[in-house]
């Protein structure tokens, strides 16, 4: 009888335990929110912005012409160095535009609307 009652005791215990460990052990810690880091954004210089052109359109450079229009353009609150494409008498499609902060490189239209080179008519079979 004492043995039993020893049983009944161990297994109660036991199924006494068992549920409080399991509760400790899928308990999470609350915990603060943190403030997610910043990208650092660098500033591409006139010589990338003309890589970025070079590399994405493909052309050869000894016959056309890359001239810088406007260094600081401003376009959607962005800054963009502004180039020509010309064959050394006329200008080559609309002009391009390279952002200061990322390098992105878009077409920009006399309309000032912009579009992706590889959508425009001119630069698409280039790129």
């Given amino acids: ?5 020893v ?12 549920p409080a460990a399991c509760t400790k052990a899928g308990s999470t810690k609350e915990q603060s929110a943190e403030l997610q880091p910043t990208l650092t954004v660098q500033n591409i210089d006139l ?17 056309y012409r ?7 353009l ?21 002009s391009i535009i390279v952002s200061k902060s990322n390098g992105m490189i878009l ?6 609307s912009v579009s992706d080179v590889y959508q425009d008519e001119v630069f698409k079979t280039k790129c």
């Fill in 107 to 112: 077409c920009y239209y006399p309309d000032h």
């Fill in 74 to 94: 401003s376009y959607g609150g962005d800054q963009y160095y502004q180039f020509e494409i010309s064959d050394h008498n006329r200008t080559v499609g609309p």
């Fill in 7 to 18: 049983t009944v005791l161990i297994v109660l215990t036991l199924f006494l335990l068992i």
């Fill in 66 to 72: 890359l001239e810088l229009m406007n260094e600081n």
């Fill in 47 to 63: 010589e990338e912005a003309e890589s970025v052109i070079k590399n994405t359109i493909r052309l050869n450079y000894n016959q």
């Fill in 1 to 5: 009888m004492k043995i039993k009652k």
